[in-house]
């Protein structure tokens, strides 16, 4: 059973770091890409930032560029996303999301999500 667990949100004033982590377990195959998403209430689910596991490559949403930035430990198969000069337009529930092959097949497993509350 594929679990992707998520820590590290809360509540932090404008212009503060936040730094969350998210740990995959439970899986076999190969590991492709982490990523964070978010939902803020009223909007759809965006990509916030992506990483490939083998290569280190990654792309990130134009509104966080510079202030954000995401990195992995594939020992321990877990995800980072720093989040620094944080903007109450951050706030939102921060969901990690990872694409895993195996036997032929890739599927996409999601965490239950962190809240990150940006607010003074």
């Known amino acids: 059973q594929v679990q992707v667990v998520e820590s590290g949100g809360g509540l932090v004033q404008p212009g503060g770091s936040l730094r969350l982590s998210c740990a995959a377990s439970g899986f076999t195959g190969s590991m492709y890409t982490m990523s964070w998403y978010r939902q803020a209430p009223g909007k759809e689910r965006e990509l916030v930032a992506v990483?490939?596991?083998?290569?280190?490559?990654?792309n990130y949403a134009d509104s966080v560029k510079g202030r954000f930035t995401i990195s992995k430990d594939n020992a321990k198969n877990v995800a980072y996303l720093q989040m620094n000069s944080l903007k109450p337009e951050d706030t939102a529930v921060y969901y990690c999301?990872?694409?895993?092959?195996?036997?032929?097949?890739?599927?996409?497993?999601w965490g239950q999500g962190t809240q990150v509350t940006v607010s003074s």
């Open positions: 999301s990872t694409t895993i092959g195996s036997s032929g097949q890739t599927r996409r497993y």
């Open positions: 990483i490939t596991v083998a290569g280190g490559s990654t």
